[in-house]
């Protein structure tokens, strides 16, 4: 049970640094409080009293977002079930969606927001990854002798371990701010014990361009969450598709090579063996979702011929 | 403490609280508005049956801050349709059957409003998407979906109002789809549950529960707790009048640890308080000395010599022990042509009935003790309770509350006790209400079994002999151990006739959660061995699996493993609808490998997959098909 002595919910950025920053120690700021409530249960941190809690739903410039220099800025009231309802966001950051659609329920991604699942720092995070493959930055504002000052951080560091970021005391999250990948295919996979309602066992996200007549990789993403304590970008796997003629082959040994990568940072047996078919499948399902391109895989194609 | 004024507008009616600043939108409903339509199934966001619209979306209101909801408009389920009549969705939910305990129910209804309120036209998979956020323990989803698609329809004007009418009955009740007297009171919200019931003056139990799992009490000091401002009272054993113990066969549990603890989450003490959150802080302030003692974890420990004692009745840890014998077993192993042996093991299952234990106690007028509680064994309780409090059985009185799902799981009295000592001893009503955790923690369990397992066959597929040993965790307490085991079996080997058998099943004692009454009661742990034994011997002896089981059907005039002779049998009629069913292509099961048209039919539960809903949202050239 979470219990405090005062529920604030500041309407303006000012407001809301001022208060946070006068609070006393042990006060926690709350977006949608789905992480928080539950936090303070048997089984977790038990029964917790905290002085004041902050809510942030309120403020009237953490709302909506923005198109700024090829990027897309989120406002940190920004709820994940906005990736499934929004057509302009879904079409710009098309990993969004699918990591949406299997994070929690409708009626918990209604309150959830991004920036609490990155604040939160827990290693299953769905919304890790795909920010991460999105060049996320998560935006932290402060008062400094009653100006706001602003900083971004990207969010592969910002996320330093489990439950670990780089926030300051009396800084908030502003805005996560993204590259807007218009035109890219997007996808998202999850392992997890049941369809709604679960943490991820391991997530990972994926996002594709190819030429416009689907036969060279022009770019690719990948991260993947759940195999140690900070989220992992595969570069090298990005490095050896970009440029490449698209193939199952080429997918899958890119695959496995990103999984012996990966897997000597992982204990565990499964997991390992999850990201070889995680990293096939993000890529794979990627290239499928991307928009107004008809993909012409190699092998096929070869095939086709013989 | 500083109070919260709430205001906002509640089923069409504005309304102006004081509340906590910490109130849950779910506590401000149901404490200070009396509306307990909305239950907490879970308080963690995983079950759905607190489901209520705010400002128009659905949200889970036990993870929603009150304060969240200043200012807005709260839609729950006694708002949807108002005072009378029902909505078409809540009129579906009565015409399909689609309510059994009813706890999950609202929330189901609310989960569906929104569903179709969101989009009117969704198909079954979106539907059940949308549904996702809500789980029902004993409906199960297809008469709930159902519900929802013929809900859709009548709203769409696609079928007419009447189809949500009630069947007309021929002239026989039997085969009739008969709508259920109790479902609209639980379609709308309107059945009181135990922790949805208020008595006037009412106090609020909260439990001390042990961290160790097996452990002597050296010491309970519970003079803080008692000494807190609005703590009533504090109880422990020694609060106990009478005959201590409890349990379905043997009364092995105290009402509260008595000297020592047997398993994690025991009960110890118990306050009762003006407030929840007083009688939780007080729990807090009671100071328990324990001395460790060595556990017992493996229901295999506990049978080997010199294995700590659980209970100073039982020195080596036996619960109970069912033999049953027919024929000669070594004359039917001598007289067969192949024998195969295995081990099988079932783990430990929660019933994790959505509504999480709940009473009230009070002493009536007359000096009655009276407990309301979703006991699904009010009678057995009211006798053990009466010998432990020293009553006579006219002071005592149950009333069963509607039940909120119990599959077995609430047959043990593992908390009236503790409600009826609070009551005399503060001759207030009181009530208790588990969290999730607790009712994980507490409650029974079904049993996790061990089982060895011996057949002997003919060439022919005759079975000539079984042994079958099987080792049951009882855990803590005796609970319905015995009678699992009994059934366990009476039924072990399976519907067949078998001339020659040995089968023993035993309980034991462990410091692991107490094992109890379960759906099947003990049958499905034997049953998963003997059809897994059945389906092996089909294909160690190239046999259809169908061929074999109807080869050693119990029929008309068959003797039973207890020596019962039928006069009925259906087990014929069973394979043969099995078979049609499954569409079963006959021959032996493991070697024909993958082109077989009995797999993968429309009758089978395909792979999960979300995204009904983006599918092709992004272009028309390029629909998405898939989701991971
Ligand atoms: C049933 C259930 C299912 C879930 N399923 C998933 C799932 O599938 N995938 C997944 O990844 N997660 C899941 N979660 C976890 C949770 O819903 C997410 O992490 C969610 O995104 C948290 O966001 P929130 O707005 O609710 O955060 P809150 O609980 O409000 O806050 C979380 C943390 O972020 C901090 N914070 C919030 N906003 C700010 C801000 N603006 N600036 C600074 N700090 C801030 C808070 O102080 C707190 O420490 C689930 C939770 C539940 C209860
Ligand atoms: S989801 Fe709210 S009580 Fe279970
Ligand atoms: S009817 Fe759904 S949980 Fe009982």
Known sequence: ?306 | MPKLTMDAEVNGRKVRREIQPYSRLLDFLRDNLNLTGTKEGCGAGECGTCSVFVNGKLVKSCLMPAAKAQGTRIETIEGLAGLGDLTPVQRAFHKTGASQCGYCIPGMVMAATAALRENPGADIEEIKERLGGNICRCTGYTKIFEAVEMAKAVIAGDAPETVLEEDKVGDSYIGANVRRLDAPSKVSGRLKYAADMKMHDMLQMQVLRSPLAHAKILSIDTSEAEAMEDVVCVITEEDVPGNDGFGVFVHDQPIMARGKVRHVGEAIAAVAAENVLTARKALSKIKVEYEALPGLYDPADAMKPGAPVIHDYAPDNLVKHIPVRKGNVEKGFAEADLILEDDFRTQQVEHAYLEPEAGIAYVDPDDVVVVISPSQNITHHRHMLAEIIAKPINKVRFIMSPVGGGFGGKEDMIYQGMLALCAMKTHRPVQLNFTREESLIASAKRHPARIHYKMGLTLNGRITAISFDMLSDGGAYGMSSEGVMRKAAILSCGPYEVKNLKVDTRAVYTNNTPSGAFRTFGAMQAQFATESMMDMAAEALGMDPFEIRRINMMKIGAKTHTQQTLETASLDRVLEAAETASRWEKGVPNVRGAERDDLNGPDTRQPCTLGARIKGSRNETHPYEKVA
Request: hydrophobic residues 40%.
């Open chain 1, 1 to 306: 049970m979470l219990t405090c002595d005062a529920y604030h919910m500041p309407g303006s950025l000012t407001e809301a640094l001022k208060l946070w920053s006068e609070t006393s120690d042990g006060s926690r700021l709350v977006s949608g409080a789905t992480d928080i409530l539950p936090w303070a249960r048997e089984g977790r941190a038990g029964d917790v009293h905290v002085p004041e809690l902050v809510d942030v739903t309120r403020i009237a410039e953490l709302d909506g977002y923005a198109f700024e220099n090829g990027r897309v800025r989120l406002g940190a009231r920004t709820v994940y079930q906005d990736f499934l309802t929004d057509r302009i966001l879904m079409q710009n950051l098309p990993c969004m969606p699918h990591c949406a659609i299997w994070f929690a329920d409708d009626q918990i991604r209604t309150q959830a927001s991004l920036t609490g699942n990155l604040v939160n720092a827990s290693p299953v995070a769905d919304g890790t990854p795909a920010v991460v493959a999105l060049n996320g930055e998560i935006e932290l504002a402060r008062l400094d002798s009653g100006k706001i000052v602003r900083r971004s951080v990207p969010v592969i560091d910002f996320i330093e371990g489990p439950g670990q970021t780089r926030i300051a005391r009396d800084e908030i999250a502003t805005a996560i701010i993204l590259d807007n990948a218009s035109g890219y295919g997007g996808s998202f996979q999850k392992v997890g014990q049941r369809r709604s309602l679960v943490i991820s066992i391991a997530c990972a996200a994926g996002l594709v361009k190819t030429d416009h007549n689907g036969r060279v990789f022009d770019d690719v993403r990948l991260a993947i969450g759940g195999v140690g304590p900070r989220p992992i970008r595969l570069t090298e796997a990005e490095q050896a598709l970009k440029g490449a003629r698209i193939s199952h082959e080429r997918i899958a040994h890119v695959a496995q090579t990103a999984a012996d990568t990966v897997g000597s940072r992982s204990r565990q047996e499964y997991r390992r063996e999850v990201v070889v078919n995680f990293v096939r499948a993000a890529i794979e399902d990627a290239l499928a979702n991307q928009p107004n391109v008809t993909i012409s895989f190699e092998d096929t194609e070869e095939e086709a011929h013989a």
